[in-house]
């Protein structure tokens, strides 16, 4: 039934942003006299409606959740009543390799506004404009900030905060190549520490982010800097303590964002090393004296977490934070960052052992975060399931799978069942559900070279039956993937690729190590080529993934990873028809039996320049 509604009654924001939304929840503007339903909204302690036939009165806790009660009301044959969420933010990474359109963060937006997030955090390293800094996030896609600004607006619309998320310290390793900022970098990635030219720059980056977006909240970033202190600053001021260096540079950063106005929050990994004497998940444990008080009143710390499996992880770290500072929040993982496929079951099944420890130890800060290590091979919307099952935790409805379905359906118009199949390639017969956190075997089955191998010691002879199995699972997945069936197509020719290509090497070694010259001639002649022709198809529904979501920027870094290879599978045909012929000697990359990568069962996801060689990248 496609309800009509009389928008007379609302203010010109609210009917922006039901004209926005009309497309995926099967709504139309109607006028009184064409029979319309007279929609009001109000606030009150708790998301509800009161339904008559001639109006609905939606009443919401919090701005952002005016068209999440509007979206239940949709839902509902009668009135409904349910309670108002936590602060539940998304965080969508724009820096590793793809930045979205202002476009699809809009697109994003609209989504998150029907499950009820409060706040985006746009993960920006170096992908927004700042002035008087060309090279920053130069050829790399930055917003600009008129770009920021448009989304910002955007998100009022729907009552949601744009908040910035930046870095001020690591993980900056892509602007700090340039030669223009070898007098603020200390090593690879990291910023350096006590020296004014870097304070200047971190000035302007909340200058930049203060003209664009309207949030008082910011992320500073500060992760994994476990290099501070080691490189140019070292050479400059001898070695020191460097917990020492990360608590003076804290201090000089948190002034400048109270300068600016900015309530800052940051992942507490560095915190939590100071007070624990180094490791992070460690647990409950005794925070080291004099600790507690660098931490400043108003700072929030993030504990993020993405991998552990017990709930007395959660537990425990959340204790041992509460006894560093009382302003929390807890960031968990929708799994979008181990190459083309998302790790969709794990994402379901550490999110309710998560939430469950945040509501006991009252954490009312949440985050959802989307990360795109290694190349955003995965597409961030891949994640929307997961999204979906956050959305309902912090509403406390649960991971209940009718709710989940049913919801998702309003908020995307697409099936969660049908969604959550994008993530079905990564359970390989040897990686049952929900999997291990890290090992997404398709990248490095996609990635590795088929003549040295460096992974066949860790492919299963099943994974032919498997792959081929997921490409009919996703062709009929894809008929209830609303307007995301592009994201099928794209694993449907993957799963076609590696079901050719999964265990060809093994095959080919087998075959070579035989002496069989035959077989391997029939193998380079026939499976290659076919290989190679598969491979082609796979990118051209890769570049149209890109291009529907992603600014262009970054689409090489695919071209060039997937161009290499196909270059190598066209000199190995070459290489083994020669050996095939008796032209060529000995093959030397086949000669040696393959090595495990690492000998732990849960694989950590290597990265792209691990996969391809065990050379120089």
């Given at each position: ?52 036939a001639g109006s609905w009165t939606i009443t919401f806790a919090h701005e952002n959740e005016k068209w999440r009660a509007f979206s239940r009301a949709l839902e ?163 070695y020191r303590d460097r917990m020492s260096i990360m608590t003076r540079h804290f201090n000089r950063v948190w002034e400048i964002a109270k300068a600016h106005g ?220 609303g307007d995301y069936g592009y994201l099928f197509e794209l694993e449907e020719r993957l799963c076609r690729l590696l079901a050719r290509k999964a265990t060809v ?113």
């Amino acid at each position: 039934m496609e309800y009509g509604f009389d928008l007379s009654g609302l203010q010109e924001k609210e009917r922006e942003a039901f004209r926005e939304l009309a497309g995926i929840l099967g709504v139309k503007e109607a006028g009184a006299q064409e029979g319309g339903i007279a929609l009001r909204f109000g606030q009150g302690r708790c998301l509800s409606a009161r339904k008559t036939a001639g109006s609905w009165t939606i009443t919401f806790a919090h701005e952002n959740e005016k068209w999440r009660a509007f979206s239940r009301a949709l839902e509902e044959e009668g009135d409904f009543e349910e309670p108002a969420g936590k602060d539940l933010q998304a965080m969508l990474d724009c820096s590793r390799n793809g930045v979205l359109t202002p476009e699809a963060v809009k697109r994003m937006i609209r989504h998150l506004a029907l499950m009820g997030y409060r706040a985006v955090q746009l993960y920006t390293e170096d992908t927004y404009e700042i002035e008087g800094e060309p090279y920053f996030g130069y050829q790399r896609g930055r917003y600009t900030r008129e770009e920021l600004r448009e989304i910002d607006r955007y998100a009022g619309r729907f009552g949601l905060e744009i908040i910035p998320c930046i870095q001020t310290l690591a993980h900056l390793e892509r602007v700090l190549h340039w030669q223009a900022y070898q007098e603020v970098k200390d090593c690879d990635y990291i910023l350096l520490a006590d020296e004014e030219k870097t304070y200047a720059l971190i000035d302007r980056m909340f200058s930049a982010m203060e003209e664009s977006l309207s949030s008082r909240r910011i992320n500073i970033g500060m992760d994994e800097a476990h290099a501070l202190g080691l490189g140019k600053y070292l050479d400059r001021f001898g070695y020191r303590d460097r917990m020492s260096i990360m608590t003076r540079h804290f201090n000089r950063v948190w002034e400048i964002a109270k300068a600016h106005g900015y309530a800052p929050m940051m992942w507490s990994d560095m915190f939590f090393r100071l007070a624990c004497g180094g490791e992070y998940y460690a647990g409950e444990f005794d925070v080291a004296p004099g600790v507690k008080e660098q931490i400043p009143d108003g700072l929030t710390l993030v504990y993020w977490d993405y991998y552990s499996l017990q709930k007395e992880t959660y537990d425990g770290m959340l204790k041992s934070h509460r006894k560093l500072t009382d302003h929390l929040a807890f960031a968990g993982g929708v799994w979008t960052w181990t190459g083309y496929c998302p790790n969709s079951f794990y994402s379901r099944h550490i999110a309710p052992l998560a939430y469950e420890s945040c509501r006991e130890n009252g954490i009312d800060t949440i985050l959802a975060t989307a990360w795109g290590d290694d190349g955003t091979e995965t597409s961030l919307f891949s994640a929307l399931p997961a999204l979906q099952q956050w959305a309902e935790l912090t509403y406390e409805k649960g991971g209940d799978e009718e709710m989940l379905e049913r919801r998702f359906r309003t908020s995307t118009g697409a099936s969660y069942r049908a969604f959550l199949e994008l993530g079905r390639p990564a359970l390989t017969p040897d990686n049952p559900m929900p999997g291990g956190c890290g090992v997404n075997p398709l990248k490095y089955l996609l990635y590795q070279d088929v003549l040295g191998g460096l992974f066949d010691a860790h492919t299963d002879e099943r994974y032919e039956e498997h792959f081929s199995a997921c490409t009919r699972m996703l062709e009929a997945a894809k008929r209830e993937a609303g307007d995301y069936g592009y994201l099928f197509e794209l694993e449907e020719r993957l799963c076609r690729l590696l079901a050719r290509k999964a265990t060809v090497g093994k095959r080919l070694r087998t075959a070579y190590k035989a002496g069989d010259k035959e077989g391997v001639r029939e193998l380079a002649q026939r499976e290659l080529s076919e290989i190679l022709l598969l491979t082609g198809r796979f990118e051209e529904k890769m570049n149209e993934r890109w291009k529907r979501e992603n600014k262009i920027f970054g689409l090489d870094v695919l071209h060039l990873r997937l161009g290499g290879l196909k270059e190598r599978l066209n000199f190995a045909r070459e290489r083994l028809l020669s050996w095939a012929e008796g032209e060529t000697g000995k093959l030397e990359e086949m000669e040696s039996a393959p090595l495990a990568y690492r000998k732990e069962k849960d694989m950590a996801p290597p990265c792209w320049r691990d996969i391809v060689t065990a050379c120089n990248v």
